[in-house]
């Protein structure tokens, strides 16, 4: 089945050591996002790759970078996480094909738990 | 801005009575609304969206939610709750010039009481 795949699930590391989180899919969409969620909030965009473009939202902190070394990969790396970092880390894609009025699902991976001691 | 109300944290329901979780939302032009699920520590499962055409839109698991333009809602509905869709439900809306940006309520968590 096509599906969005997160690597790891859990991943402990300690204050201040970068840390990378891994995302891959099969479903051949161009649109790859990373989400942060804390304790049963709404997921926060962090940021997404349109193709090869990246998009940065405003309110995310420079800690928080992003590698796409292909279509079906994306990474995020956090650079000196905190303790204010952990929490659950959703990656998603969709197609987006340009067509004016154009909707696309975005299909989430399982989520990979960030703890930070 | 767009922007989605989930009025309630918790909804409880007896299994076998009919489930809604409310959401209404805000937003430029014509609304793009979606529903997701997630269980512990999983990710977010795509439930169902509304786009255009019938305001009643049926969806995975005998989900279905119901948009009304003038009340601004798209409230989620299932006519006989089981224990197993106990979860958290996230609304979310894209306005027709976004940009394939989602905002997400704060969510519902649902407990079905067996």
């Known amino acids: 089945d096509a599906m969005v795949i997160q690597n790891p699930r859990y991943q402990v590391t300690q204050f201040g050591k970068p840390v990378t989180l891994s995302c891959s899919q099969t479903?051949?969409?161009?649109?790859m996002y990373w989400y942060q969620q804390k304790s049963s909030q709404a997921p926060k965009l962090l940021f997404h790759y349109y193709d090869k473009d990246f998009n940065n939202e405003a309110d995310t902190p420079d800690n928080f970078q992003s590698r796409r070394p292909n279509t079906s990969f994306c990474f995020l790396d956090i650079r000196s996480p905190g303790l204010g970092d952990a929490a659950m880390y959703l990656c998603a894609t969709s197609r987006v094909q340009g067509g004016a009025g154009e909707v696309n699902t975005q299909y989430f991976g399982p989520g990979t738990r960030l703890t930070v001691l | 801005a767009q922007s989605v109300a989930q009025p309630e944290d918790q909804v409880n329901v007896a299994e076998g009575n009919p489930l809604t979780v409310k959401c209404t939302y805000s937003v430029s032009g014509n609304p793009y609304l979606f529903w997701y699920v997630q269980y512990p520590n999983r990710g977010l499962q795509f439930l169902l969206k509304?786009?255009?055409?019938?305001?009643l839109v049926k969806g995975s698991y005998g989900f279905e939610a119901e948009f009304n333009k003038s009340q601004t809602s798209f409230h989620l509905k299932k006519p006989s709750a089981l224990v197993s869709d106990s979860a958290l439900y996230f609304c979310a809306v894209r306005g027709h010039y976004g940009n394939n940006r989602l905002a997400f309520g704060k969510g519902n968590q649902v407990v079905v009481i067996p």
């Open positions: 509304y786009i255009t055409g019938d305001n």
């Open positions: 479903l051949n969409h161009n649109v």
